[in-house]
Structures are given as C-alpha cells and as structure tokens.
C-alpha cells in the first residue's frame, strides 16, 4: 500500500519526497542542510553529482510503501529510467533548522 506523499509525517522527508516526484531540483536543494551528505548502499557518495545522476537528469520517482522513526526511515519503490524499478530504503537526519543534514538510501 502507497502512502501518499503529503501523508508523510516528517516535513522535511516530506518536502524531499515532493521534489524527487516534481524533478525540482531547487525545491531539493533548499530542504538539505548546507554541507549535506549521503549515501547509497553503504557508501558515501558525491551528494550533487549523485542527485543529478540518480533523480534528476533520469527522472527519479519514490512511491513511499512505508515510514517508520517518526518518518526519518521510509520503504519506497524507487524508479529511475537508468535503473527502472526496485525497493529501497531511505534513513534521514534532520538538523534543528528542518532540514536535512544526511540521508542514506540503497536496495531494501
């Protein structure tokens, strides 16, 4: 079962789901926390080349199946044109300010 992404509890995740969904990379942007960082599969990776690589320039797409911590950890279908579609996972840390300082994604 889809949760529909204005449902998700966190806001900042929330705002995150929202510009992966809408391929609106300022949105995007304005929700990390400067100095941002990430990885995929256990690895760190370069969080704007990786973005533009995985979400933007192949239209990324997250169905969110299910939340759990309050929202900071989500299941979700994830679909791009390079890879098509698999599960994910996706773990977030959320600063002070609202928004999001980290977030961790790979195979679920």
């Given at each position: 079962m889809t949760i529909q992404t204005a449902r998700l509890s966190d806001p900042a995740v929330r705002a995150f789901v929202t510009a992966v969904n809408a391929h609106d990379r300022e949105a995007f942007l304005e929700v990390l926390a400067p100095g941002a960082t990430m990885a995929d599969d256990g690895s760190d990776r370069d969080l704007g080349e990786w973005v533009d690589r995985e979400i933007f320039t192949s239209h990324g797409h997250l169905q969110v199946d299910?939340?759990?911590?309050?929202?900071?950890?989500?299941?979700?279908?994830?679909?791009?044109?390079?890879?098509?579609?698999?599960?994910?996972?996706?773990?977030?840390?959320?600063?002070?300010?609202?928004?999001?300082?980290?977030?961790?994604?790979?195979?679920?």
């Open positions: 299910n939340e759990s911590q309050g929202g900071r950890a989500l299941l979700a279908r994830y679909s791009n044109d390079t890879w098509g579609e698999m599960r994910t996972r996706w773990t977030f840390t959320v600063g002070e300010d609202g928004r999001i300082s980290r977030f961790e994604t790979g195979q679920a």
